[in-house]
């Protein structure tokens, strides 16, 4: 039986070592000599990690080849291929996958000038590697899985399966590698080991980088809900990795509020790979925008930390118009109508809580506002002619915001992206609007039964619909770019809403 001893433990060092130093000769550019009767050029290709792993790869090739009478038609070809990746970030599972090569193979012509015999000589392992990562983000084990090829032609093939366990420190698995040289009889393995361990150390120090692998996910998104005083909001949370998006199999977690201002729960506990954690958050007596929570967690995906802060407390306040016009002209029978119906309202929009609306800004935060104060006035000033006589309708009423159902408030929406746009939705069914209006009517030969009188209106609503813009120093303020036209009848609007504390 082979054991660590004395000798491995320097041959290790030996190769180790050996290899550490083959980048400086990248540094220069390929050269031939002239060694011991041979011409011999050496070169070397470097093979960085793809993009989100770690590690290198490097292959060295020597040849050598008679240049002398004695040495005429020898020659040694040595290519060496040593290096190996892994991922920078664990799955959601903690597991790290990885790959590892290194291999020799020499070309020979030997014998003696005049007479010579080729050889083909194979030493190589290919390794497929899998790191496992625990809840407390530390590397457990890696799983090691190589073909090992040998000999003369390559002719000696096994199947090895071990394992080893990175040093935290940077040290060596010396049992994984005694174990591996007992199961081949070869230093291979143990090499191996010796040179992937370091790989999945540079990874860990990726993983551990807070946010680097892991993020938090809040719903509602940070800094799109204004709180008043006192009030709670509940924050979803999730732990999930940042390629992909899968939620993390597990971890432990910590949580204070920002600055120690407000109340929250729950502080400290275990992250579940099957639900959300709900973070409860109170506001203080005075909320101010940045408050909030912070939250960090170690996991098998990484470090993560994040912050959960409310938005500011503000509201927009302003006026908005609508203006309806419909105007035919006498035709055959001399009969010409005008009408003109008007809207007019000054709303205070104020932050939604608890809203469960669909955002409509991608993955852009936004926070909804609703129309909580002012009133709306409704207006109509129409008159028609005809041979036969005329009339004319007037009459407005103004309706408080407050004493308006729900169901009248449903489509007085504004919604104000992180980014600074805003989608605003304008719009009333008319029967919210009903009111009165006198009604004068003449005839041209006989009076108008009923020519003077109180007449029902209930055609105005609110037809401006969906407007979107930016927020501008002015505050949300536009007009629409052209009118709004349905069959005869024809809207225009404008709008300017700014903010207030």
Not at 164 to 186: I, K, N, W
Not at 272 to 285: C, W
């Amino acid at each position: 039986m082979t054991v660590i001893g004395p000798g491995l433990i320097p041959v290790i060092a030996i190769v180790v070592s050996t290899v550490s130093v083959v980048p400086a000769r990248a540094q220069t550019p390929p050269a031939a000599t002239n060694e011991g009767g041979y011409t011999v050029t050496r070169s070397q290709t470097v093979t960085n990690a793809p993009e989100g792993s770690v590690g290198r790869k490097t292959t060295d090739t020597e040849t050598r080849v008679g240049n002398t009478k004695e040495t005429e038609g020898l020659s040694r070809t040595s290519v060496m291929t040593i290096g190996g990746f892994a991922r920078s970030c664990p799955t959601a599972e903690g597991i790290v996958a990885g790959n590892f090569e290194y291999s020799l193979t020499v070309d020979e012509m030997k014998g003696s000038a005049g007479s010579t015999e080729p050889t083909h000589y194979v030493r190589s392992a290919l390794a497929t590697l899998t790191g496992h990562v625990g809840d407390d983000a530390k590397i457990e084990y890696v799983d090691v899985e190589a073909e090992f090829t040998r000999g003369v032609d390559g002719t000696q093939k096994d199947r090895v399966r071990t394992r080893f366990t990175p040093g935290a420190d940077g040290s060596l698995d010396m049992q994984a590698m005694q174990t591996a040289v007992e199961q081949t009889a070869d230093l291979t393995i143990a090499i191996v080991i010796a040179m992937a361990s370091p790989v999945y150390t540079q990874a860990q120090l990726e993983w551990w980088k807070p946010s680097r692998c892991a993020e938090f996910v809040f719903d509602p998104p940070t800094e799109t809900r204004a709180l008043g005083p006192n009030e709670t909001v509940e924050v979803r949370t999730e732990l999930r990795t940042k390629d992909g998006g899968v939620r993390v199999d597990g971890g432990a977690f910590q949580a204070n509020s920002l600055a120690g201002v407000g109340a929250l729960a729950p502080r400290q506990g275990n992250l579940r790979p099957d639900a959300p954690l709900f973070m409860t958050y109170t506001a203080s007596a005075t909320p101010k925008r940045g408050n909030g929570f912070d939250i960090a967690a170690t996991s098998r995906a990484g470090l993560a930390g994040g912050e959960w802060r409310i938005a500011e407390l503000v509201k927009f306040e302003g006026t908005f118009s609508q203006t309806e016009a419909t105007s035919m002209s006498p035709g055959v029978y001399a009969i010409g109508v005008n009408m003109r119906q008007k809207v007019t309202g000054r709303l205070v929009w104020t932050p939604e809580t608890n809203a469960s609306r669909a955002r409509s800004f991608g993955e852009v935060a936004s926070q909804f506002y609703v129309a909580t104060e002012g009133e709306i006035t409704a207006s109509i000033d129409n008159d028609s002619r005809s041979r036969a006589g005329s009339c004319a309708q007037e009459g407005s009423k103004t309706f408080a915001i407050k004493d308006l159902p729900p169901a009248a408030r449903q489509y007085l929406v504004l919604e104000v992206a992180a980014d600074g746009r805003y989608r605003m939705m304008l719009g009333m069914i008319s029967m919210f609007l009903q009111f009165e209006a006198t009604q004068r009517c003449s005839g041209r030969v006989a009076p108008v039964p009923g020519g003077n009188a109180r007449i029902n209106v209930n055609s105005v609503g609110i037809v401006i619909g969906q407007q979107d813009g930016r927020v501008t120093d002015e505050g949300v303020a536009g007009k629409t770019a052209q009118p709004i036209v349905y069959g005869p009848l024809s809207y225009t609007g404008e709008w300017h809403f700014k903010k207030i504390p």
